[in-house]
């Protein structure tokens, strides 16, 4: 029998600077106290990243035209290590709360749940309803471990991004790896606009831009039905059977509206 990951939707569009507690709440809740794995998927309200060792002083360097008052966008310094990015609507967010456990066969678990996400990634883009007739899905890739691209001659457009941790836990003398984070899919237009006023990521003077699901495969991709289609690749991959549950759903939701009030 397959152990149990839980699939929950949190609705409306949350913002980043609570997803850390949040995160903290669900782990020692859930995934230790009552050994619950947990995905949640979600979308975020507009914010700008900014990762890396530069100062926060520094960061509208990195915008071309605008500062981020007159486009009215929030904006964190993260401890990621890449540059800066944005995160908004029209994207679609995936966090994984799962414990998973060491062994000789496998001495890093995270690198290893890492390399089988990656694997989820792709198999979920090949099996996208696509109307488009010149799309090669083979050319859907990985690279660095970290980034979806499309691969168009020698141009590459940026669909999406993956950032994975763990951290070793401990509960009733157990020592179990926890994961953190997860992938972020850019769906449609929405937002894109805002990659234009930065270097995504750090990356400069290369040829890369950032496109979306729905333009490459010029199909409209629901939020739902990616969800359905997220869900079966990682059953696909992982060893993991996923269920919902409508009263987990509503409890999450509560915890993080109850952190948002209180942070605000």
Do not use: A, W
């Not at 020692?28 to 995905?39: A, C, F, G, M, V």
């Not at 990634?121 to 660095?144: F, G, R």
Request: include cysteine; hydrophobic fraction near 35%; charged fraction near 25%.
């Amino acid at each position: 029998m397959k152990p149990t990951v839980y699939f929950v939707n949190l609705i409306g569009d949350l913002d980043v600077n609570f997803l850390v507690d949040f995160q903290e709440k669900i782990v020692s809740e859930y995934t230790l106290k009552q050994n619950k794995n947990i995905i949640y998927g979600f979308n975020l309200s507009p914010t700008i990243s900014f990762g890396g060792n530069k100062k926060i002083n520094s960061f509208r360097d990195n915008f071309n035209l605008f500062d981020v008052e007159t486009l009215n966008l929030n904006y964190i310094k993260s401890s990621r290590p890449g540059g800066t990015t944005y995160l908004g609507p029209g994207q679609r967010t995936y966090f994984f709360n799962i414990g998973i456990g060491s062994s000789k066969k496998i001495p890093n678990p995270i690198f290893e749940f890492g390399h089988k996400l990656l694997d989820t990634i792709v198999d979920l883009s090949k099996n996208l309803p696509c109307e488009n007739s010149l799309i090669d899905k083979e050319k859907i890739l990985t690279e660095s471990q970290t980034d979806l691209f499309y691969q168009h001659g020698d141009k590459k457009f940026k669909l999406g991004s993956l950032g994975i941790k763990g951290s070793c836990e401990k509960q009733n003398l157990v020592s179990k790896i926890v994961t953190r984070f997860g992938v972020n899919f850019y769906l449609t237009k929405k937002g894109l606009e805002h990659f234009n006023l930065i270097n995504p990521c750090g990356i400069q003077d290369k040829n890369i831009s950032v496109g979306c699901l729905e333009d490459l495969l010029q199909t409209q991709l629901e939020v739902d039905l990616f969800d359905e289609s997220f869900i079966k690749s990682f059953e696909k991959i992982f060893p993991f059977e996923v269920l919902r549950d409508e009263n987990l759903s509503c409890d999450l939701q509560k915890i993080y509206d109850e952190i948002s009030r209180n942070k605000k």
